[in-house]
């Protein structure tokens, strides 16, 4: 984002930094997640959209470089000031520090809203002189502190980097850590594959029916947005549904299905779509979309555990809760309100959910199983413990044609993409699918 004087030194730049360090203590303090806290930020202090992504801008560039930052902090604090007494002093600094040295503030804008933000909270105000004289030292030396940072072991929380380590080797797991210090493109899928998206100015053609945007704006304001020619979807993540071949004409049934990019995708392939996710929040929003894009689908709402279809399904798609740990790059606050404790409960869902994804598949039929996850146990681990238990079910190795470009493909003939694959066109999310047939 571009910050212009006004959002740097204006009273509304200052509402959208108080906005940022609620945003910061909502995802550091009470492992809310980004959109959540930042949308409910947006509305608390009543933000314009200039106003709204300067607050999102400078919490989530502290967010990707937190473990930097916090490293930072520790050299001109040794000793942290107590939470409890300090009240927001350590986001203050921490957003203080984003925009001195990673958002090119000025140093005199960047202090200056500091020290009111401080005077401003009761608990803060205390901290103040600190506050101020950290921050000019970080504005004359900080960049030379950062300079000389291992930025990836740092950005990295513990609870995934020895893992990345040893599952990845050190050199991919610094690909992927640096993968995520980039703001991400935007990504579209095209409603109809043949439609060349040339109408909107600046985007490439990453494949058939998949466009890029390095510089989108506004989405709403897109060309093909209110005819709902296309909808916004990671590139990686449009691949899985490629796994379960021609759904044209019939059945395919999509569990865990919003936010309802992969429902778009069946649905727009002429597939007859049944939609269940456990939210009716969420599938309001897929019922919503879908209108957009003037697609059907039957929307269920219920859990997939518990839920049955009259029939078994000759297509069925599991896009399974997971930790995310592939799509950091887009939601930078995922490493810091996370930790393997959610790791040890999406395994065991994801294999209760996989069990009830093949009671619903037909006797020839597909079931693939994706994640947008980087973890091992929740990709091709989960799918060998899978079918020792199942010998119903066997594995379709994927083909180059199924997913463009045969980097794509694992050692075991299953999907796998990392946040550093593709570097050089602006990477994509970290994603693992498995194709399996019922065979009996």
């Given amino acids: 984002m571009e910050l212009s004087a006004r959002s740097e030194s204006s009273p509304a730049g200052l509402a959208a930094r108080k906005a940022a360090l609620a945003i910061l203590s909502d995802v550091l303090r009470k492992k809310r997640s980004l959109d959540a806290a930042a949308a409910d930020a947006q509305r608390a202090a009543r933000l314009d959209a200039r106003d709204a992504g300067f607050a999102r801008t400078i919490a989530a560039t ?6 930097q930052l916090e490293a930072l902090i520790r050299v001109f604090v040794p000793k942290a000031p107590q939470p409890h007494k300090a009240g927001p002093t350590l986001e203050i600094l921490i957003a203080g520090a984003c925009e001195l040295l990673f958002l090119n503030v000025a140093p005199h804008a960047a202090v200056d809203a500091a020290n009111r933000l401080a005077q401003g909270d009761s608990k803060a105000v ?6 101020n ?6 504005a004359r030396e900080g960049a030379g502190v950062v300079a000389n940072q291992d930025a990836a072991t740092l950005n990295v929380p513990d609870w995934l980097w020895p893992r990345w380590v040893e599952y990845y080797g050190e050199d991919i797991a610094r690909a992927i850590a640096a993968a995520h210090l980039v703001i991400p493109p935007l990504d579209l899928t095209l409603k109809s594959q043949d439609d060349p998206g040339t109408d909107i100015k600046g985007a490439s053609l990453l494949a058939p029916g998949r466009l890029r945007l390095d510089h989108a704006g506004r989405i709403e304001e897109l060309p093909g947005y209110a005819q709902g020619l296309w909808w916004v979807q990671d590139f990686a993540a449009s691949l899985p549904i490629r796994l379960l071949g021609d759904v044209s004409g019939k059945r395919a049934i999509d569990l865990c299905a919003a936010p309802g990019g992969k429902t778009a995708q069946l649905a727009a392939l002429g597939a007859h779509v049944t939609a269940l996710d456990i939210s009716p929040e969420r599938m309001q929003r897929v019922r919503e979309n879908l209108d957009r894009l003037r697609l059907t689908a039957e929307i269920v709402s219920g859990d997939a555990r518990d839920w049955r279809p009259t029939e078994p399904a000759p297509f069925v798609f599991l896009d399974a809760p997971c930790t995310a740990t592939g799509t950091i790059r887009r939601h930078p606050d995922l490493p810091w309100s996370k930790g393997a404790a959610d790791l040890n409960a999406c395994e065991s869902l994801q294999s209760e959910l996989l069990d009830a994804a093949a009671a619903m598949t037909a006797e020839g039929g597909m079931l693939v199983y994706a994640v947008c996850s980087l973890e091992p146990e929740e990709g091709a681990e989960q799918i060998d ?3 020792r238990r199942r010998t119903d079910f066997v594995r379709v190795p994927v083909t180059p044609k199924d997913v463009f470009d045969p980097a794509f493909i694992s050692d075991e003939g299953d999907l796998k993409t990392l946040p550093c694959t593709w570097a050089d066109k ?13 065979i009996a």
């Fill in 126 to 131: 205390h901290f103040k002189a600190l506050i």
């Fill in 62 to 67: 502290s967010l990707r470089h937190f473990g």
């Fill in 133 to 138: 004289a950290v921050l000019r030292r970080i």
């Fill in 385 to 387: 413990s899978f079918l």
């Fill in 426 to 438: 602006g990477g994509m999310d970290g994603f693992y699918a498995a194709r399996l047939k019922r």
